[in-house]
């Protein structure tokens, strides 16, 4: 009988505004279940919804791909509500997806400190809100709500999920100021999504051509909140000197950012076309990009860039911040990743593609594209993944073991 793993996570599908966690789950659930099985806790709508899900059926399993999902209603989402479905689900190890969100992580926590339910082992994986970026925003409230946890020992015997050593080091140095006591750090890399199946290799997707003359087809996809920047990708456009058409891609998070987004568009030069297109369902992601040139990302910090690897996917050339564990592109062939400390850098790269012809842009896009090929395929960060959830399990039934031998050497 396989292990069962029950995630608790604020969105999941059949949503998809939320962005990477939901893609991450998913391509967990999709090419780890062949060994766990995945119960999932979910709201019963997507990011920024007002309506849930047509016909969800609330407070009752139901499949969804590989895994049996519940969907619930925030209103009644309460620490007795919690306590509820942990004591009547069958698990083996619990699943959490963000360190900040009180409803779908620290209640778990809580009620486990209450010991409302039977002690079992938690992973929890902070989705890259311990970088320095992440960090930068609401850090007072941050900073008191990680004090208060610490001193309710929240943290105590925990598996701590980083999806990179640059995540592992945010980790400790956020949480622990380096020091990580009784907690247990495992580094997995991302399970990415399967590659794209083509007949005649990476090669034969070819990006449409530039016309000639025709402006640089640049995009950004991702959702509209400081975070992700995208005021900084237009104070970039601003100095770039050749004709630009910059789509971005992704649902506006914060409105009073997007409003201040829209004071530097209004301000850009002539020559510099942007549009919103919103948010993009997951089967329009590839054919949407691969009418682009660039993808242009000057994230403050991913913990991995599922918007990234769908670039690569659709051969475009990177141009994104150094806050990703996406590194060394340049010297892979397929982009750059600059500090955001050098806006001037971003604006030459965008005019030296300008610059570039139809051979250099499509032996760029195979390139990118062999790089996400390799990475949908990465096999070690599949087992990594898998062997998080039966170490975890396995570790915690050492303890249990050691401490029931310890009491009857006691007795």
């Given at each position: 009988?396989?292990p069962?793993?029950l995630?608790f996570?604020?969105?999941?599908l059949?949503?998809?505004?939320?962005g990477g966690?939901?893609?991450?789950?998913a391509n967990?659930?999709e090419?780890?279940?062949?060994s766990?099985?995945?119960?999932i806790v979910?709201?019963?709508?997507?990011?920024g919804?007002e309506?849930?899900y047509a016909?969800?059926?609330?407070?009752?399993?139901?499949p969804?791909?590989?895994?049996?999902?519940l969907?619930?209603k925030?209103?009644?989402?309460?620490?007795?509500?919690v306590?509820e479905?942990?004591r009547a689900t069958?698990h083996?190890v619990i699943y959490?997806?963000?360190?900040?969100?009180?409803r779908?992580?620290q209640q778990?926590l809580?009620n486990?400190k209450?010991?409302?339910?039977?002690?079992?082992?938690i992973?929890l994986?902070p989705r890259?809100?311990?970088?320095?970026?992440a960090?930068q925003f609401k850090?007072?409230k941050?900073?008191?709500?990680m004090r208060?946890a610490r001193?309710?020992g929240?943290?105590?015997?925990?598996?701590?999920q980083?999806s990179?050593v640059?995540?592992?080091?945010?980790?400790?140095?956020?949480v622990?100021?380096g020091?990580m006591?009784?907690?247990r750090?495992v580094?997995?890399?991302h399970v990415?999504?399967?590659?794209?199946?083509?007949?005649?290799g990476?090669?034969?997707l070819?990006?449409p051509?530039?016309?000639?003359?025709?402006p640089?087809r640049?995009?950004?996809l991702?959702r509209i909140?400081p975070?992700?920047n995208?005021?900084?990708?237009?104070?970039?456009?601003?100095?770039?000197?050749v004709?630009?058409?910059?789509t971005v891609?992704?649902?506006i998070?914060?409105?009073?950012y997007?409003?201040?987004c829209l004071?530097?568009?209004?301000?850009?030069?002539?020559h510099?076309?942007?549009v919103h297109?919103?948010a993009?369902?997951?089967?329009a992601?590839?054919?949407?990009?691969?009418g682009?040139?660039?993808f242009l990302?000057?994230t403050h910090?991913?913990n991995?860039g599922?918007?990234?690897?769908?670039?690569?996917?659709?051969?475009?050339?990177?141009l994104i911040?150094d806050?990703?564990p996406w590194?060394?592109?340049?010297?892979q062939?397929v982009?750059?990743?600059l500090?955001l400390?050098d806006?001037?850098?971003?604006?030459?790269r965008?005019?030296?593609?300008?610059?570039?012809t139809?051979?250099?842009?499509?032996?760029?896009?195979i390139?990118a594209?062999?790089?996400?090929?390799?990475?949908g395929?990465d096999?070690?960060?599949?087992?990594?993944n898998?062997n998080?959830f039966l170490?975890a399990?396995s570790?915690?039934?050492?303890l249990?073991t050691k401490?029931?031998?310890?009491?009857?050497q006691r007795?």
């Open positions: 009988m396989k069962i793993v995630v996570c604020r969105y999941y059949p949503g998809y505004l939320a966690p939901i893609r991450s789950i967990m659930v090419r780890l279940s062949d766990l099985d995945f119960r979910a709201l019963d709508r997507d990011f919804a309506e849930p016909d969800v059926r609330h407070d009752e399993w139901v969804r791909g590989r895994a049996l999902v969907h619930v925030l209103s009644r989402f309460s620490l007795a509500k306590a479905i942990v069958p083996d959490l997806n963000s360190f900040f969100d009180f779908f992580t778990i809580i486990r209450l010991r409302r339910f039977e002690d079992q082992p992973v994986a890259g809100e311990f970088s320095a970026g960090l850090r007072v941050k900073a008191l709500f208060l001193w309710l929240l943290y105590e015997r925990l598996t701590w980083a990179s640059l995540e592992a080091a945010d980790i400790r140095r956020a622990f100021g020091s006591s009784d907690q750090l580094v997995t890399g990415a999504a399967g590659p794209v199946r083509l007949e005649g990476v090669s034969s070819a990006a051509a530039r016309a000639v003359d025709g640089l640049v995009c950004f991702s909140s975070k992700k995208l005021d900084y990708a237009l104070r970039v456009l601003a100095e770039v000197r004709p630009v058409r910059f891609y992704g649902p998070e914060d409105e009073s997007w409003r201040e004071a530097q568009i209004a301000k850009l030069p002539s510099i076309e942007v297109e919103g993009l369902r997951p089967e992601v590839l054919p949407a990009l691969r682009h040139d660039v990302f000057p910090g991913e991995f599922h918007v990234i690897y769908e670039a690569l996917r659709a051969g475009l050339t990177l911040s806050q990703t590194q060394r592109l340049e010297e062939g982009g750059w990743c500090p400390s806006p001037a850098g971003f604006s030459r965008l005019e030296q593609v300008a610059s570039w139809d051979e250099q842009r499509q032996k760029t896009g390139r594209r062999t790089l996400a090929q390799s990475t395929e096999l070690d960060a599949i087992e990594a898998r998080l170490d399990l570790e915690y039934k050492r249990n401490k029931r031998t310890e009491g009857i007795v």
